[in-house]
């Protein structure tokens, strides 16, 4: 559901097809959300996504612009709210920007971490694209706003990216669990560490 909500595309979303900001962790929606959720944290963290996504064999350095254009108006909103007049999704997004600069003292970085994807079905990284002249202009405006960390640069993911990160999904996942009745057995090449041993079936759920 979550995710659901962050999905802006179709229709006026100035080419931006899903944004989240993300604070400890969690996705906000509403600005007394981040009240919330830092209220009982000394140290707090936050991150914007922004997600242009094309089922396309190639990429278009227009679009590309178009959804750094997007990035650019809701930043800008974000700092001079009633600037900007965007569509009421992406206005409630620049409010939340908003919300973490106001409480930039309460969060580890001072610039707010900031990732961007345009993400394609195209066989190619889009390597070549990134280097247009209207692409590169367009990062160094909304780096300009200095909202965002220093490192800001825009990922373009194609269909081996998209790969990539399925079977990511789908790896070995970090679980902590209560393993006391355990002894070492031989490693193999492909295994650094191996256990024999007995757990509980409440620890065996995790």
């Known amino acids: 559901n979550l995710i659901e909500q962050a999905v802006l595309g179709g229709g006026n ?3 931006i097809d899903i944004a989240a900001v993300i604070v400890n962790g969690s996705i906000v929606f509403e600005p007394a959300e981040i009240e919330e959720v830092i ?13 242009q996504a094309k089922t396309s064999e190639s990429y278009d350095s227009k679009l590309i612009s178009k959804f750094l254009h997007g990035v650019e108006s809701v930043t800008n909103c974000a700092m001079r709210p009633g ?3 965007l569509p009421p999704r992406l206005a409630d997004l ?14 580890a970085e001072s610039r ?11 066989p190619h990284d889009g390597s070549d694209a990134q280097k247009e002249l209207q692409v590169t202009q367009a990062l160094s405006r909304i780096r300009a706003i200095g909202v965002y960390a220093e490192d800001l640069k825009l990922r ?13 999904r789908h790896g070995p996942q970090n679980v902590k669990f209560n393993f006391e009745k355990h002894q070492a057995i031989p490693a193999t090449e492909r295994v650094g560490e191996a256990y024999i041993g007995l757990i509980a079936a409440s620890e065996l759920m995790k």
Not at 112 to 122: A, G, M, Q
Not at 156 to 168: A, L, N, P, V
């Open 112 to 122: 707010i971490p900031c990732e961007l994807y345009y993400v394609t079905t195209s």
């Open 156 to 168: 373009t993911h194609g269909h081996e990216e998209i790969s990539s990160k399925q079977k990511e």
């Open 83 to 85: 600037d900007i007049s």
């Open 94 to 107: 620049a409010a939340l920007i908003d919300r973490i600069a106001e409480n930039g003292d309460k969060f």
């Open 13 to 15: 979303d100035e080419g």
């Open 39 to 51: 209220s009982d944290q000394r140290v707090n963290s936050a991150k914007v996504i922004f997600m």
